[in-house]
């Protein structure tokens, strides 16, 4: 993966999507009393998830895209 920088940004880009995924069902659990930290702390990841999985990946992608010729 290494001789390759496009897959492993490809790959970056898939991580920074499922981890923003996990991290707001974590949070859909918390706000739901599944598990126990306070209420708060579910919508503070429930957001940042959000901003993970759909603003960051965008954010990735215009940083690496190749220069125009």
């Known amino acids: 993966?290494?001789?390759?920088?496009?897959k492993a940004r490809f790959f970056a880009i898939q991580l920074?999507?499922?981890?923003?995924l996990g991290m707001v069902l974590i949070g859909l659990l918390i706000v739901q009393r599944g598990i126990?930290?306070?209420?708060?702390?579910?919508y503070a990841l429930v957001l940042i998830g959000l901003l993970d999985g759909l603003i960051m990946p965008s954010v990735?992608?215009?940083?690496?895209?190749?220069?125009?010729e």
Not at 1 to 6: C, F, V
């Open 1 to 6: 993966m290494a001789d390759d920088p496009a």
């Open 16 to 20: 920074m999507r499922w981890t923003g």
């Open 36 to 42: 126990g930290p306070p209420v708060e702390t579910g």
């Open 60 to 68: 990735l992608a215009r940083k690496w895209r190749s220069p125009p």
